[in-house]
């Protein structure tokens, strides 16, 4: 299997502050067109900042005037790998990782988001939009298949039929449409995006941590179970998040009539 080229040039940037860690695609030249490297260092980096204690909320934007327009179709002749191989060793790892990861991942969709790279800005857990950004699903337009997730989040958040549309005719979707369509939480001006993006991560990164990792947890499997199964398995977790200090902190923060403090240590 293809390993991450070396670079002078990081394709991913990270930076952290107040709980807050940033991971940047950083191909700004090619609207942040996915290479390999990107692509396996970004999992890589989510998974570090899973595990890193001092990382509560993840941000994942792009570089320059583009979010991501998915695959660098420069870097697909001569390729070593099949279509399916190369989805199971980059993109599906990516969104997994996305998806099971237990903190919070916001996109902050800055620019165009193409092809896999609108599925991976419709794979945070809350999506962020600058004014001018846009999403394409672009796959059509090289005669592929709608890949990394788009063909299960689309339709969950548009229906079938205008997630066939959109596939379809690959037209673009600003950010009005993207609010009223659900693809997008909230949309912010281009001139203070990073601003508001790192202002809204940090409300989310002083909320009970733990809390909103069972909850990431039971939402998602709620997407593909009963309601008997999703109640057994709120009565589970139930147990967990009450059985961990940030409850207690909550309901004697209550009690005291004081802002809960989550962000220290049991
Ligand atoms: O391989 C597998 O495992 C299968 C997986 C597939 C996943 C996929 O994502 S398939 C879809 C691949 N992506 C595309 O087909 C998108 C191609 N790009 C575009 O359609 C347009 O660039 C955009 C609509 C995204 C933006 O258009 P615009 O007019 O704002 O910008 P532009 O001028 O087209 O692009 C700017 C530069 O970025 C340009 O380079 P240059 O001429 O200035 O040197 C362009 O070539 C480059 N660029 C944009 N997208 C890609 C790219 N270079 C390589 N790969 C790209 N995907």
Not at 39 to 60: H, I, K, N, W
Not at 114 to 137: M, N, P, V
Not at 150 to 157: G, I, K, M, V
């Amino acid at each position: 299997m293809t390993q991450p080229a070396p670079s002078s040039d990081p394709v991913i940037l990270s930076r952290t502050q107040a709980g807050v860690r940033t991971l940047t695609l950083n191909r700004p030249d090619k609207l942040n067109a996915a290479n390999d490297a990107l692509l396996l260092t970004l999992t890589a980096e989510l998974q570090a900042a899973g595990q890193d204690p001092a990382v509560r909320v993840v941000v994942v934007t792009g570089a320059g005037r583009g979010f991501c327009a998915g695959q660098d179709l420069g870097d697909v002749a001569g390729r070593d790998m099949t279509f399916t191989e190369h989805l199971q060793h980059t993109y599906n790892p990516l969104i997994r990782t996305i998806r099971g990861l237990d903190k919070p991942v916001l996109t902050a969709v800055n620019g165009v988001a193409a092809g896999a790279g609108a599925s991976l800005a419709l794979a945070g857990d809350i999506r962020l939009w600058a004014r001018s950004a846009s999403l394409i699903e672009v796959f059509s337009n090289i005669a592929l298949v709608p890949d990394s997730g788009s063909t299960w989040f689309l339709p969950r958040l548009v229906g079938y039929h205008r997630a066939f549309e959109l596939m379809a005719l690959a037209e673009k979707v600003g950010a009005e449409d993207a609010l009223r369509l659900g693809l997008c939480e909230h949309v912010f001006p281009d001139e203070t995006f990073g601003e508001e993006v790192q202002r809204y991560a940090e409300r989310l990164a002083a909320r009970p941590l733990h809390a909103l990792a069972l909850t990431k947890r039971a939402l998602q499997a709620a997407l593909s179970s009963t309601l008997d199964q999703a109640l057994d398995l709120e009565a589970e977790l139930q147990q967990l998040a009450g059985d961990h200090w940030e409850h207690e902190e909550g309901v004697t923060a209550f009690r005291a009539r004081r802002a809960p403090d989550f962000r220290r240590e049991g």
